[in-house]
């Protein structure tokens, strides 16, 4: 994967853009199963135990909107460094914390980091990538996030071999002080510079509110789809380990179900990016949303561990297809000036969905059943697909990207890179 047909090159990219994500996406994948057992052994109940978890979502969502201005008038660069920073401190408290409000600290830290990091990663990919394969670019960064994700749980279990729990956050910290060094690396665009010069003057009107008044017709059509999305790729996390205790499955076949499915996730990120340059967007949003939603929708079908594994490889194949298409359709929507408050806003709606989705599950589940609550988390997936049949572009041929727009213009452009987001007309702000 160094160059394509048409001449560019991922190489480049390769150190410097996607190895901080793989080693951060490994960090991840290593504390996150032990954190609730960290809890525990300092005296937390299940239940506070569990929150751990979530509360690293809930630094996310509160930092979504800061992280854009962070990264709007550093750089991505830096902020990619800062993140990393942050991170690292967040692990260091998971390995010396000895008291539940020490772990709970670390874990919003942690999510503020993941924010950041996020966000400056796709800032920068959508600037540095010629439009033409901007899904595939966006696609390989979700796809080796989750490869470091897969690959974290069997380092930090070596690790642990010596160092007991300790050692998962020893991996942590290293892989995220590493992701940082490479994140160190990254070379600045050459429009950043003359961009941050000009922040106080041209783009000091480009705030998060007038960019939630500008575009908020995306926001209320395709941004309500990524919220939808984001809603059944987090119950599918949840999903499939109550499933299986429902069927009365060990934790150890539990686990490997869920490993299975991960690894079909892994293996069509690159295809997925491919077919949505060169066919158009919507080749794949929908189809992955069907295919999550009736795979999911089809798990109270199953009765034992073989018929739960094959159903959740599909699921897990639904979800791999579309591995950055929330990223690419940010990129696609997100205007030149004040692209970063737009990202902010987008993963604020993705942040959204990851926290009400898992909602949704428990409170369907705790009125009538599990199998119900699935039932209903799947119905979310065909509501995805209905908003991205909607609002997702049909054109087959790749956005151009915005600065040649304006070399031919000599005006930059008023709306996103891409058009049309609904039907043939491109979405442009409201005029104030």
Same mark, same amino acid.
């Given at each position: 994967?160094?160059?394509?047909?048409?001449?560019?090159?991922?190489?480049?990219?390769?150190?410097?853009? &996607?190895?901080?994500?793989?080693?951060?996406?490994?960090?991840?994948?290593?504390?996150?199963?032990?954190?609730?057992?960290?809890?525990?052994?300092?005296?937390?109940?299940?239940?506070?135990?569990?929150?751990?978890?979530?509360?690293?979502?809930?630094?996310?969502?509160?930092?979504?909107?800061?992280?854009?201005?962070?990264?709007?008038?550093?750089?991505?660069?830096?902020?990619?460094?800062?993140?990393?920073?942050?991170?690292?401190?967040?692990?260091?408290?998971?390995?010396?914390?000895?008291?539940?409000?020490?772990?709970?600290?670390?874990?919003? @830290? &942690?999510?503020?980091?993941?924010?950041?990091?996020?966000?400056?990663?796709?800032? &920068?990919?959508? !600037?540095?990538?010629?439009?033409?394969?901007?899904?595939?670019?966006?696609?390989?960064?979700?796809?080796?996030?989750?490869?470091?994700?897969?690959?974290?749980?069997?380092?930090?279990?070596?690790?642990?071999? @010596?160092?007991? @729990?300790?050692?998962?956050?020893?991996?942590?910290?290293?892989?995220?002080?590493?992701?940082?060094?490479?994140?160190?690396?990254?070379?600045?665009?050459?429009?950043?510079?003359?961009?941050?010069?000009?922040?106080?003057?041209?783009?000091?009107?480009?705030?998060?509110?007038?960019?939630?008044?500008?575009?908020?017709?995306?926001?209320?059509?395709?941004?309500?789809?990524?919220? @939808?999305?984001?809603?059944?790729?987090?119950?599918?996390?949840?999903?499939?380990?109550?499933?299986?205790?429902?069927?009365?499955?060990?934790?150890?076949?539990?686990?490997?179900?869920?490993?299975?499915?991960?690894?079909?996730?892994?293996?069509?990120?690159?295809?997925?990016?491919?077919?949505?340059?060169?066919?158009?967007?919507?080749?794949?949003?929908?189809?992955?949303?069907?295919?999550?939603?009736?795979?999911?929708?089809?798990?109270?079908?199953?009765?034992?561990?073989?018929?739960?594994?094959?159903?959740?490889? $599909?699921?897990?194949?639904?979800?791999?297809?579309?591995?950055?298409?929330?990223?690419?359709?940010?990129?696609?929507?997100? +205007? !030149?000036?004040?692209?970063?408050?737009?990202?902010?806003?987008?993963?604020?709606?993705?942040?959204?969905?990851?926290?009400?989705?898992?909602?949704?599950?428990?409170?369907?589940?705790?009125?009538?059943?599990?199998?119900?609550?699935?039932? $209903?988390?799947?119905?979310?997936?065909?509501?995805?697909?209905?908003?991205?049949?909607?609002?997702?572009?049909?054109?087959?041929?790749?956005?151009?990207?915005?600065?040649?727009?304006?070399?031919?213009?000599?005006? +930059?452009?008023?709306?996103?890179?891409?058009?049309?987001?609904?039907?043939?007309?491109?979405?442009?702000? $409201?005029?104030?």
């Amino acid at each position: 994967m160094t160059s394509t047909d048409d001449g560019f090159g991922f190489g480049a990219l390769a150190i410097p853009a &996607y190895g901080p994500s793989l080693l951060f996406g490994l960090g991840e994948g290593a504390m996150l199963p032990v954190l609730p057992l960290s809890a525990r052994d300092v005296g937390a109940s299940v239940a506070i135990a569990a929150t751990m978890v979530m509360l690293i979502n809930v630094g996310s969502l509160i930092f979504n909107v800061p992280s854009s201005i962070i990264t709007d008038r550093y750089g991505e660069r830096h902020a990619i460094i800062g993140a990393s920073v942050v991170g690292v401190l967040a692990s260091l408290l998971f390995l010396v914390g000895h008291e539940v409000w020490i772990y709970a600290t670390g874990a919003v @830290l &942690y999510g503020i980091s993941a924010s950041v990091f996020m966000l400056a990663r796709q800032s &920068y990919l959508t !600037e540095a990538v010629p439009a033409t394969h901007r899904a595939r670019a966006l696609s390989t960064l979700g796809g080796v996030m989750r490869i470091g994700v897969f690959v974290g749980p069997f380092i930090g279990a070596a690790a642990m071999s @010596l160092w007991h @729990l300790a050692g998962a956050y020893v991996v942590s910290t290293a892989a995220l002080a590493l992701a940082g060094v490479l994140g160190a690396t990254l070379k600045e665009l050459p429009h950043e510079a003359d961009s941050r010069r000009k922040a106080a003057g041209e783009l000091a009107d480009v705030t998060v509110r007038s960019t939630l008044h500008d575009y908020r017709r995306v926001f209320l059509t395709v941004g309500m789809g990524v919220l @939808l999305v984001s809603a059944i790729r987090a119950t599918r996390q949840a999903v499939i380990p109550l499933w299986a205790e429902h069927l009365s499955l060990s934790p150890t076949t539990a686990s490997l179900i869920y490993g299975i499915s991960g690894g079909i996730d892994m293996l069509v990120f690159y295809p997925a990016g491919k077919v949505m340059d060169v066919y158009g967007r919507r080749w794949v949003t929908v189809p992955s949303m069907l295919v999550m939603a009736v795979s999911m929708m089809a798990i109270p079908l199953t009765h034992g561990a073989v018929t739960l594994c094959l159903v959740t490889c $599909v699921l897990g194949f639904g979800n791999g297809i579309g591995a950055g298409m929330v990223m690419t359709l940010g990129a696609d929507f997100s +205007p !030149e000036r004040g692209r970063a408050p737009f990202l902010g806003i987008w993963r604020e709606l993705s942040d959204a969905g990851s926290t009400i989705g898992p909602g949704v599950l428990a409170g369907v589940t705790a009125v009538l059943s599990l199998g119900a609550g699935v039932i $209903v988390s799947g119905a979310t997936g065909l509501g995805a697909a209905a908003v991205m049949w909607r609002s997702v572009p049909t054109r087959a041929k790749a956005p151009e990207r915005s600065d040649d727009l304006t070399e031919r213009s000599g005006t +930059p452009p008023t709306g996103g890179d891409v058009t049309p987001p609904l039907e043939e007309e491109p979405l442009r702000p $409201v005029k104030r």
